[in-house]
């Protein structure tokens, strides 16, 4: 598994334009988050796909030439923070409640919906640690699931900055 | 200064230098034909929209500027994808200009809609659909630039009927590009240099592998003088011929399926590869596992992703070719390798004679002798523009070019269909060279209908067909690997003389080997185009040939035939 950062202008086509590359080079995607940055014309994609490392260096190298993707590197070799936030919709009745709620103290997870005979439960972290609460809900039963997909971010001053200025064509062809 | 997005279209295109437009008109593009009568832009009509596409393809690869076609939304667009996916495979400069419905409509299947962009997204470098007229002159003023730069390639740019119609300021100076703000990456660091250097001035049997990229980059002079500066012999790919002239003692000829023999194990015996602006396609490569194993690998490329794609590099320098060469020079240690050259001598032996005029006239027509023939009549000077197969594979065997940008030819898609169109390209990018056409009788029954376009423009572009009555390669590929059953390949063609004649074009048919000279020094002469028939020797083949997923030195050699081909084993 690789995980690239992209930064890509914030219009319409351009994520199908990332994706359409990643089906293209036969990559899968395991998951894929945009978001908006500080620049409202800037969006920041997390992209971890199912890939080695020379296939991550031919999906960053091709996204960069992208006219819309800014930059793309991959950062899975870096130090790195990733998070996943799930939501859980969960069975749980008076009897089961209070277990539950002691098994989410340990997994930090919050209760963010209570019905009569279920909860939502809402937890962030990274994906083992999703999926470590998933496997102890499972025996109550769970419902429905929505997660986010990962986000993640180099650690301390390795910055990761969308570029700046005006777009510089590339060297101008010479014939 | 207030005009209609149709006018600004044109004004832009006059403003970045563009002369010809090659295009079909139709309902969605309307407004801009009218725009273009008022215009100095002169319109080709062409007869198909993969000739325009074609056509402007020839025209960027003759000039080294950018060539633009025109067509209407839906079929119109749709019928340019052979041609916008031909010159994305090699690395040419297109801008197509489709019209689309207007925006109004756009999604709702009106009639002929399509969704261009999206039919074209992977094989364009870029593309983008336009739906007001204050866009247009940056949009298309953006398409030039990023179809030029960096490696070259095919931008699309739908318009919107609404867009070509409704009225908008026209600004020049305003309409600038405005391209997204990219990352600049260093392009190689010291080490990554050194280490090459190193490689370079330690190799005993050094290689280089001259691609299509030198000649992008404007690289010849460069790349001559590194070549003279560390006496490394060279090796051209398909697309690479013309990079460096053919008559250097150090171009060793073409590499790959058809390479021939010498180049193709000197490749194999080499202790070192120089990779100039070429991407180790499979048809070079022969079976990547036994590939130049005894070879480390330099690999001088302006587009990242091709590092380590196909071949593990040890070196690795991203950029121009000629920047780079130019960065290298001065460091290379003058060396004479006299054993490595002595060592190609002895393995281009008696092949390295390949001299098929000095074979008796059996009575049978070649197409290597009728090729060799146009050489020789034409002086190695002449644009030859080649359709896909085996003429494509004599052509760049048995014409010496001398010179860049004078073989023309579909390389990375294999387009059948190609040579006509992209030659009548090629004459307008440069009107007073002397431009051939060398195709198959397959190839040229794909675009023929091209020849009217011909006469309407009133152009001279001569016109060779390598006729031997069968898809000529894939017959070969019958011959060889499925035990000569040759289904689908033997070929009814019409008269092509006659048909010439139809057209308006001057027709001969050749039979013999001794009306080839004269046949060519007359069409030569002749002031319009003339269309020369040659009937050639139907079951020829072509030699040497590695197999498909085979290793590079494991050629299918010229049987019983010892004057054209042989040389050592390794």
Same mark, same amino acid.
Request: with cysteine.
């Given at each position: 598994?690789?995980?690239?950062?992209?930064?890509?202008?914030?219009?319409?086509?351009?994520?199908?334009?990332?994706?359409?590359?990643?089906?293209?080079?036969?990559?899968?995607?395991?998951?894929?988050?945009?978001?908006?940055?500080?620049?409202?014309?800037?969006?920041?994609?997390?992209?971890?796909?199912?890939?080695?490392? !020379?296939?991550?260096?031919?999906?960053?190298?091709?996204?960069?030439?992208?006219?819309?993707?800014?930059?793309?590197?991959?950062?899975?070799?870096?130090?790195?923070?990733?998070?996943?936030?799930?939501?859980?919709?969960?069975?749980?009745?008076?009897?089961?409640?209070?277990?539950?709620?002691?098994?989410?103290?340990?997994?930090?997870? $919050?209760?963010?919906?209570?019905?009569?005979?279920?909860?939502?439960?809402?937890?962030?972290?990274?994906?083992? !640690?999703?999926?470590?609460?998933?496997?102890?809900?499972?025996?109550? =039963?769970?419902?429905?699931?929505?997660?986010?997909?990962?986000?993640?971010?180099?650690?301390?001053?390795?910055?990761?900055?969308?570029?700046?200025?005006?777009?510089?064509?590339?060297?101008?062809?010479?014939? | 200064?207030?005009?209609?997005?149709?006018?600004?279209?044109?004004?832009?295109?006059? $403003?970045?230098?563009?002369? %010809?437009?090659?295009?079909?008109?139709?309902?969605?593009?309307?407004?801009?034909?009218?725009?273009?009568?008022?215009?100095?832009?002169?319109?080709?009509?062409?007869?198909?929209?993969?000739?325009?596409?074609?056509?402007?393809?020839?025209?960027?690869?003759?000039?080294?500027?950018?060539?633009?076609?025109?067509?209407?939304?839906?079929?119109?667009?749709?019928?340019?994808?052979?041609?916008?996916?031909?010159?994305?495979?090699?690395?040419?400069?297109?801008?197509?200009?489709?019209?689309?419905?207007?925006?109004?409509?756009?999604?709702?299947?009106?009639?002929?809609?399509?969704?261009?962009?999206?039919?074209?997204?992977?094989?364009?470098?870029?593309?983008?659909?336009?739906?007001?007229?204050?866009?247009?002159?940056?949009?298309?003023?953006?398409?030039?630039?990023?179809?030029?730069?960096?490696?070259?390639?095919?931008?699309?740019?739908?318009?919107?009927?609404?867009?070509?119609?409704?009225?908008?300021?026209?600004?020049?100076?305003?309409?600038?590009? !405005? @391209?997204?703000?990219?990352?600049?990456?260093?392009?190689?660091?010291?080490?990554?240099?050194?280490?090459?250097? %190193?490689?370079?001035?330690?190799?005993?049997?050094?290689?280089?592998?001259?691609?299509?990229?030198?000649?992008?980059?404007?690289?010849?002079?460069?790349?001559?003088?590194?070549?003279?500066?560390?006496?490394?012999?060279?090796?051209?790919?398909?697309?690479?011929?013309?990079?460096?002239?053919?008559?250097?003692?150090?171009?060793?000829?073409?590499?790959?399926?058809? =390479?021939?023999?010498?180049?193709?194990?000197?490749?194999?015996e080499a202790d070192l590869l120089i990779a100039v602006g070429m991407r180790f396609d499979d048809r070079v490569t022969g079976d990547l596992r036994t590939y130049a194993k005894s070879a480390k690998k330099i690999h001088i490329e302006i587009d990242?992703?091709?590092?380590?794609?196909?071949?593990?590099?040890?070196?690795?320098?991203?950029?121009?070719?000629?920047?780079?060469?130019? &960065?290298? /020079?001065?460091?290379? /240690?003058?060396?004479?390798?006299?054993?490595?050259?002595?060592?190609?001598?002895?393995?281009?032996?008696?092949?390295?004679?390949?001299?098929? &005029?000095?074979?008796?006239?059996?009575?049978?027509? +070649?197409?290597?002798?009728?090729?060799?023939?146009?050489?020789?009549?034409?002086?190695?000077?002449?644009?030859?523009?080649?359709?896909?197969?085996?003429?494509?594979?004599?052509?760049?065997?048995?014409?010496?070019?001398?010179?860049?940008?004078?073989?023309?030819?579909?390389?990375?898609?294999?387009?059948?269909?190609?040579?006509?169109?992209?030659?009548?390209?090629?004459?307008?990018?440069?009107?007073?060279?002397?431009?051939?056409?060398?195709?198959?009788?397959?190839?040229? &029954?794909?675009?023929?209908?091209?020849?009217?376009?011909?006469?309407? /423009?009133?152009?001279?572009?001569?016109?060779?067909?390598?006729?031997?009555?069968?898809?000529?390669?894939?017959? &070969?590929?019958?011959?060889?690997?499925?035990? !000569?059953?040759?289904?689908?390949?033997?070929?009814?063609?019409?008269?092509?003389?006659?048909?010439?004649?139809?057209?308006?074009?001057?027709?001969?048919?050749?039979?013999?080997?001794?009306?080839?000279?004269?046949?060519?020094?007359?069409?030569?002469?002749?002031? /319009?185009?003339?269309?020369?028939?040659?009937?050639?020797?139907?079951?020829?083949?072509? +030699?040497?040939?590695?197999?498909?997923?085979?290793?590079?030195?494991?050629?299918?050699?010229?049987?019983?035939?010892? @004057?054209?081909?042989?040389?050592?084993?390794?």
């Amino acid at each position: 598994m690789q995980t690239l950062v992209a930064y890509v202008e914030n219009k319409p086509g351009v994520l199908n334009r990332v994706s359409s590359l990643a089906r293209r080079l036969a990559i899968n995607i395991d998951s894929l988050t945009v978001g908006p940055t500080e620049n409202e014309e800037i969006a920041r994609m997390t992209i971890v796909a199912h890939t080695d490392e !020379k296939g991550a260096h031919r999906l960053e190298a091709s996204l960069e030439k992208l006219v819309d993707v800014l930059l793309a590197e991959n950062i899975s070799d870096r130090s790195l923070l990733e998070r996943d936030l799930a939501l859980i919709k969960v069975s749980a009745d008076q009897q089961s409640r209070p277990h539950l709620m002691d098994l989410l103290k340990v997994f930090r997870g $919050r209760v963010v919906d209570v019905a009569p005979d279920s909860l939502i439960v809402e937890v962030s972290g990274t994906v083992d !640690k999703i999926d470590g609460l998933l496997e102890v809900l499972r025996p109550y =039963g769970v419902l429905e699931m929505a997660r986010t997909g990962r986000i993640a971010m180099t650690r301390g001053g390795d910055l990761l900055q969308p570029p700046d200025g005006a777009g510089e064509p590339e060297a101008a062809t010479k014939s | 200064m207030k005009l209609t997005g149709a006018e600004i279209l044109c004004e832009t295109l006059e $403003r970045l230098g563009v002369k %010809e437009i090659f295009g079909y008109p139709g309902g969605a593009i309307l407004p801009v034909y009218d725009a273009l009568g008022k215009s100095k832009l002169h319109h080709v009509l062409v007869r198909h929209e993969q000739g325009a596409t074609h056509m402007a393809d020839g025209y960027a690869r003759a000039s080294g500027g950018v060539g633009v076609a025109m067509a209407t939304s839906g079929p119109g667009a749709t019928n340019m994808v052979t041609g916008i996916a031909t010159a994305m495979l090699d690395s040419s400069p297109v801008v197509c200009i489709t019209g689309q419905v207007g925006s109004k409509l756009l999604g709702s299947d009106a009639f002929q809609e399509i969704d261009i962009t999206g039919i074209t997204m992977p094989i364009t470098k870029h593309n983008v659909v336009v739906s007001r007229a204050e866009d247009i002159a940056r949009t298309v003023r953006e398409a030039f630039l990023i179809a030029n730069s960096g490696r070259p390639g095919p931008v699309l740019v739908d318009i919107t009927k609404d867009a070509q119609q409704t009225s908008a300021e026209f600004h020049w100076e305003k309409s600038a590009p !405005k @391209l997204p703000p990219k990352r600049k990456r260093a392009s190689f660091e010291k080490a990554e240099f050194d280490r090459a250097v %190193e490689l370079l001035n330690s190799a005993k049997r050094p290689l280089i592998l001259a691609g299509h990229g030198i000649m992008i980059s404007g690289a010849m002079k460069a790349f001559a003088e590194f070549v003279h500066a560390g006496h490394f012999p060279v090796a051209m790919t398909l697309l690479g011929i013309g990079a460096f002239p053919a008559n250097d003692p150090l171009n060793l000829g073409m590499m790959g399926m058809h =390479g021939e023999a010498w180049v193709n194990h000197a490749i194999q015996e080499a202790d070192l590869l120089i990779a100039v602006g070429m991407r180790f396609d499979d048809r070079v490569t022969g079976d990547l596992r036994t590939y130049a194993k005894s070879a480390k690998k330099i690999h001088i490329e302006i587009d990242r992703a091709e590092i380590n794609k196909n071949v593990k590099v040890d070196a690795a320098l991203v950029g121009d070719a000629r920047e780079v060469l130019e &960065q290298l /020079e001065p460091h290379m /240690e003058k060396k004479e390798r006299p054993e490595w050259h002595a060592r190609i001598a002895e393995m281009k032996g008696d092949s390295a004679v390949r001299d098929i &005029q000095s074979l008796p006239d059996n009575g049978h027509l +070649y197409a290597a002798h009728v090729i060799n023939d146009l050489w020789k009549e034409t002086h190695g000077n002449a644009i030859v523009v080649t359709d896909v197969g085996q003429h494509q594979m004599w052509e760049a065997q048995y014409y010496h070019h001398n010179e860049p940008r004078t073989l023309i030819t579909s390389g990375g898609l294999g387009t059948m269909g190609f040579a006509l169109p992209a030659a009548i390209g090629a004459k307008f990018a440069k009107p007073d060279a002397d431009v051939w056409v060398v195709v198959g009788d397959g190839g040229f &029954q794909m675009t023929m209908a091209e020849l009217a376009t011909i006469v309407q /423009e009133k152009i001279k572009v001569n016109i060779a067909i390598i006729n031997n009555g069968y898809l000529g390669m894939v017959r &070969q590929w019958q011959e060889f690997f499925y035990d !000569k059953r040759y289904v689908a390949t033997p070929m009814v063609a019409p008269d092509f003389a006659a048909l010439a004649n139809a057209f308006g074009i001057r027709g001969e048919r050749i039979t013999a080997r001794a009306d080839v000279v004269t046949t060519i020094r007359s069409a030569r002469e002749y002031k /319009e185009s003339v269309l020369i028939d040659f009937r050639v020797e139907q079951e020829d083949s072509v +030699y040497p040939m590695v197999p498909a997923g085979a290793s590079l030195h494991e050629m299918i050699r010229r049987p019983n035939n010892p @004057l054209v081909e042989t040389s050592a084993e390794p």
